[in-house]
């Protein structure tokens, strides 16, 4: 989930979550009760694990609880497929997504045959394969299910039902990051007018309606618009949820990647510097959320010419992520193509070079080609190819780059046309 003429809310971290996809718990049913327990045991702490942050540890766990549960009760039982869905959601937060994109379509063929295509369950799976395909950059091939989710859920649970509202949200997610803002910002209004109506305009989840209207507002070149709704939530999180909460974290994350945006560098700082104390207090020094905002401080002193400093975070940072996350981690990558823009603006090109190959690597396979971030990353490699004086090189990048940006963004997309722009003028080369 955050470079920033269009801001990437994978890169930045920006993105507001109205409801965490979460887990499924078993149904109790039909579970001999000393087995039961130990899975159920199992699970608890696996998904503790899961909300500190230690990821490696929870995943074991899970496994064993699947095994277990595939053992006693069979592929089929609603709670095997619990067990699956938890170990394929927490894949998914890892960045596994091949892996989770597997166990979800196998989630998703047992519940259609067992529950039926309605079923809640079903459309959950139905839900959190559009969330993987689109982490992989699949945007085509996530919004057949994102769209069937919403429409589903909508026509058996009603169109204001949490689930539904979920579905919605995931669904404008989908399309803003696929640069379809007609279509995107009507559903964030939709769904924005729908949460005060039933919860008030100062409820958790109605704030994190907004700030998902802001990032979309922000992307499409609306910053001011964006920034007064920023404003506005972390004021209403900072009185209602207090300053340490963590949703209050991540409205201060979210107004302080719009100064960014708009080139207030010394307010940028300040407020990520400010995100980063809370988040150590709050989740640890190594947890996932925290190193995503040492990231964005890195990118921050970067812009401000503080190279020194924002190099030191940012080998910090990747440091960090492949102890926490694992050397071949999306997150991780991105790391390290921040750690080679720092350097190419150094003038340290050499260093760069290396930097931005091995990002780029791990990307494609982790991520995919046509990926948002993959070509983020492409985009700022074929810049170095150009100050380097490598206009061969530097096209051949650039060809690359468009093609995947019209495999997977919308003909208006700020950053495929700024891709376009790149190619253009190297061209007159």
Not at 3 to 9: K, T, V
Not at 187 to 210: C, I
């Amino acid at each position: 989930m955050w470079r920033l003429s269009a801001l990437s809310l994978l890169a930045i971290v920006v993105a507001a979550v109205i409801f965490l996809l979460g887990f499924e718990r078993r149904s109790h049913a039909l579970s001999p009760a000393a087995d039961s327990q130990s899975a159920e045991s199992m699970e608890d702490e696996a998904l503790a694990l899961q909300g500190k942050g230690e990821y490696r540890a929870a995943e074991e766990l899970f496994r064993k609880c699947l095994a277990e549960r595939q053992r006693m009760l069979g592929p089929d039982h609603i709670d095997t497929l619990a067990a699956m869905n938890n170990l394929a959601n927490l894949l998914h937060e890892r960045g596994e997504n091949a892996e989770a994109e597997t166990l979800h379509l196998q989630a998703l063929e047992a519940r259609e045959r067992t529950l039926g295509s309605d079923h809640p369950h079903t459309l959950a799976s139905v839900n959190n394969l559009a969330l993987v395909l689109k982490a992989k950059g699949d945007l085509a091939g996530a919004e057949p299910y994102a769209r069937r989710a919403w429409e589903s859920m909508r026509r058996t649970a009603g169109p204001e039902s949490p689930d539904t509202l979920r579905c919605l949200n995931n669904l404008a997610n989908l399309l803003s990051d696929k640069g379809d803002y007609p279509a995107a910002e009507p559903l964030y209004r939709q769904l924005v007018d729908t949460l005060e109506a039933q919860l008030g305009p100062e409820d958790p989840a109605t704030l994190a309606g907004q700030g998902n209207l802001a990032n979309l507002l922000l992307r499409k070149g609306e910053p001011w618009a964006a920034g007064s709704i920023y404003r506005r939530c972390l004021e209403i999180r900072e009185r209602v949820q207090g300053p340490t909460h963590p949703e209050t974290l991540l409205a201060l994350n979210n107004y302080a990647a719009f100064q960014l945006e708009t080139g207030s560098y010394a307010e940028a700082e300040y407020l990520f510097r400010r995100c980063i104390d809370g988040r150590r207090r709050a989740l640890g020094d190594d947890h996932p959320e925290t190193l995503a905002v040492i990231e964005n401080l890195a990118r921050t002193l970067r812009k401000a010419g503080k190279l020194q400093e924002a190099e030191a975070m940012a080998r910090a940072g990747v440091s960090a992520r492949e102890r926490v996350l694992g050397p071949e981690h999306p997150d991780t990558f991105g790391n390290i193509a921040t750690l080679a823009d720092v350097l190419r603006d150094s003038g340290n090109f050499s260093a760069a070079e290396a930097l931005y190959e091995k990002s780029l690597a791990g990307l494609e396979i982790s991520l995919g080609p046509s990926h948002p971030e993959t070509l983020r990353v492409l985009y700022e490699y074929c810049l170095l190819r150009k100050v380097q004086r490598q206009e061969i090189a530097a096209r051949r990048l650039a060809f690359q780059l468009i093609a995947g940006a019209r495999r997977t963004l919308a003909p208006n997309h700020p950053d495929r046309v700024k891709y376009q722009q790149l190619l253009d003028s190297l061209r007159q080369l």
